[in-house]
């Protein structure tokens, strides 16, 4: 998934001649479509089982991420890119769901993605290296295993669940640490956004790009199987958001390609922490995890919608990438302080209830 998610933008505007606001368009339009599917089909790993949605989604993942090899103009592009959006958006609620209910840790269930990400964007550079639609090819041929993959899970035992229609008290149960995903991660949206730009900007070609992204994943991996499973959610959870804060300031620093490098291993540590500290946070505060999960994911994707329209905005006034990068800064604290603030109330309502039992 990220294989793609990376080349995009570059054949957009390098080989498609469109402009950066188009990208920001095309971004939004993807989050927007993963933001729905989300929703929709956390709920319904709860309802008809974890299994039968993970398997729909990586189907339809795979079919719609093998058809980015066809396209050949914007328009195609975009409606390709919301039925990849759609599909992406349909499996991990149920399968952080599953995974749960499979004893299997948190830390090293996410840290396969991480992987997952470093492996897929540096073989993705080298194939784009020869011809970018070969990234996409990389994407299908990844997702394909991954759906045969899913194939072979077992069955796990769980109770039906009901779920209404609009979950409100699962939003109200994890208000906290969704309010705080979305302020962060849609900031960072709005960098990654044109985040690919910025790298060519500096002087990277397509391996070099690829060698960036894989430099994020390595930290990932290391902090999510030897650290996050041993601390409770709402201290990794705030360790993420400050941590995020400095490496966005980081960024603005970067004069060449080289020093950006640095920073992706900082930037891996504080998404560690603050994605596992979430998914911890979802999936041992409810009983309805896929939903819980789902949101989870749907906050991520209306962040990707929200951070398209911030870079838009942004680059339309000041047209720079650093504004950017200082508007996640900020908004990265405002995202800390708001969640300390809640967390504490969160503790102490606990310790009056147990006090009272």
Not at 258 to 269: A, D, R, S
Not at 322 to 334: E, G, R
Request: some cysteine.
């Amino acid at each position: 998934m990220l294989s793609a998610f990376t080349y995009i933008p570059i054949l957009a505007r390098e080989h498609l001649s469109a402009d950066e606001l188009f990208i920001t368009l095309l971004v939004g339009a993807y989050a927007t479509a993963s933001f729905i599917a989300s929703y929709i089909f956390g709920r319904a790993g709860d309802i008809y089982g974890r299994r039968i949605v993970v398997r729909i989604g990586l189907l339809a993942a795979t079919t719609s991420f093998g058809l980015l090899m066809f396209v050949r103009s914007l328009d195609v592009l975009l409606v390709v890119r919301i039925l990849g959006g759609f599909s992406v958006g349909m499996y991990p609620g149920a399968l952080a769901a599953y995974a749960f209910e499979s004893d299997m840790k948190m830390g090293r269930f996410a840290s396969f993605g991480a992987a997952g990400w470093g492996i897929g964007t540096l073989l993705a550079g080298f194939a784009a290296g020869y011809n970018i639609y070969f990234a996409f090819l990389m994407s299908t041929l990844f997702l394909m295993a991954a759906f045969a993959s899913a194939m072979t899970l077992p069955k796990t035992e769980r109770e039906r669940i009901h779920v209404p229609l609009f979950p409100i008290e699962t939003l109200k149960r994890n208000w906290s640490v969704y309010t705080a995903v979305l302020i962060r991660h849609s900031t960072a949206s709005a960098i990654w956004t044109l985040w690919p730009l910025f790298l060519t900007d500096l002087g990277g070609d397509p391996f070099i790009i690829g060698i960036v992204q894989m430099s994020n994943a390595i930290p990932q991996v290391i902090v999510m199987i030897a650290i996050t499973d041993r601390f409770d959610c709402r201290f990794l959870i705030s360790i993420g958001m400050i941590s995020s804060a400095i490496t966005f300031f980081w960024f603005t620093l970067a004069t060449n390609i080289l020093e950006i490098i640095p920073t992706q291993f900082l930037l891996g540590f504080s998404w560690a922490c603050l994605y596992v500290g979430s998914l911890k946070y979802v999936t041992e505060r409810n009983e309805d995890r896929s939903t819980a999960s789902g949101l989870l994911s749907s906050i991520l994707s209306l962040s990707m919608v929200l951070g398209p329209i911030m870079a838009a905005v942004i680059y339309s006034i000041w047209p720079a990438y650093i504004p950017i990068m200082y508007n996640a800064v900020l908004f990265s604290l405002i995202g800390y302080v708001i969640f300390v603030v809640a967390s504490r109330r969160e503790v102490a309502n606990e310790r009056t209830t147990e006090n009272l039992m």
